[in-house]
């Protein structure tokens, strides 16, 4: 099946520095990515739509500056935590959509465990 | 707006024995998809199985098959012959237009434990 290659699975780092997150589908082009964090024991919630070629799609209350992201290839999506303090401390997880023959599926990668401290 | 909702925090389930997970949406776009996936602990996302809206037929994969009631707006996954490796997390979420972009939201999850 589809693979989606995420990275890195886990960063610790100092408040203040930024932290990129990388995205990749492995086997598939991916016209469509999508960012979600996720707090422990808590749903996915969606931060953005990314479409390759074009600016990401925000959800109400996600900061476009501080939450930076890229779909400058059909495979490749990033985010970029900018100035991270420790409330950005989350599990970051991105998927990709591919359509085929009318069949959809959506692949996830297998996260980003972000520590500020 | 569209909405995904997860009723059950929590379920369990005899080895063996069938469950009905359950999830309702709520979407103005008159095209969308359903999906359902299972967390484990270790956290990764595992694609389960998807149902089109125009799709006549329920979605079958293995022992999970979607009961898909378009009227009722409801999509609920059921899992047959339960396996103590199924205990998870199970997600229900729809991709469909809202506000002029393509979405996909998650419900807020039922943790599903299967009893020996």
């Known amino acids: 099946g589809a693979v989606v290659s995420q990275h890195p699975s886990w960063v610790i780092c100092k408040s203040g520095t930024s932290v990129k997150i990388e995205c990749r589908s492995l086997?598939?082009?991916?016209?469509?990515m999508f960012w979600y964090r996720q707090f422990p024991k808590q749903s996915l919630m969606l931060m953005a739509t990314s479409n390759e070629g074009s600016k990401a799609t925000y959800e109400q209350g996600v900061e476009k500056d501080k939450f930076l992201i890229n779909h400058a290839s059909l495979t490749l999506s990033t985010l970029t935590v900018t100035s991270a303090h420790p409330e950005d401390s989350s599990f970051y997880i991105c998927?990709?959509?591919?359509?085929?023959?009318?069949?959809?599926?959506?692949?996830f990668g297998s996260g980003t465990q972000l520590s500020v401290l | 707006a569209q909405k995904i909702t997860q009723t059950q925090p929590g379920m369990f389930v005899q080895e063996k024995e069938a469950v009905t997970l359950d999830c309702t949406y709520d979407?103005?776009?008159?095209?969308?998809?359903l999906f359902w996936y299972k967390q484990p602990s270790s956290g990764e996302m595992i694609f389960l199985i998807y149902q089109g809206s125009y799709d006549q037929q329920n979605a079958t994969e293995g022992r999970y098959s979607l009961n898909f009631q378009k009227a009722r707006k409801s999509a609920n996954l059921v899992i047959s012959a339960s396996q103590l490796g199924d205990s998870a997390m199970y997600f229900c979420?729809?991709?469909?237009?809202?506000?002029?972009?393509?979405?996909?939201?998650f419900g807020t999850g039922t943790k599903l434990q299967v009893i020996p």
């Open positions: 979420a729809m991709r469909a237009r809202s506000g002029g972009y393509q979405k996909v939201t």
């Open positions: 998927s990709a959509e591919e359509i085929r023959d009318r069949d959809e599926k959506l692949f």
């Open positions: 979407t103005s776009d008159p095209s969308y998809g």
């Open positions: 086997d598939f082009q991916a016209t469509t």
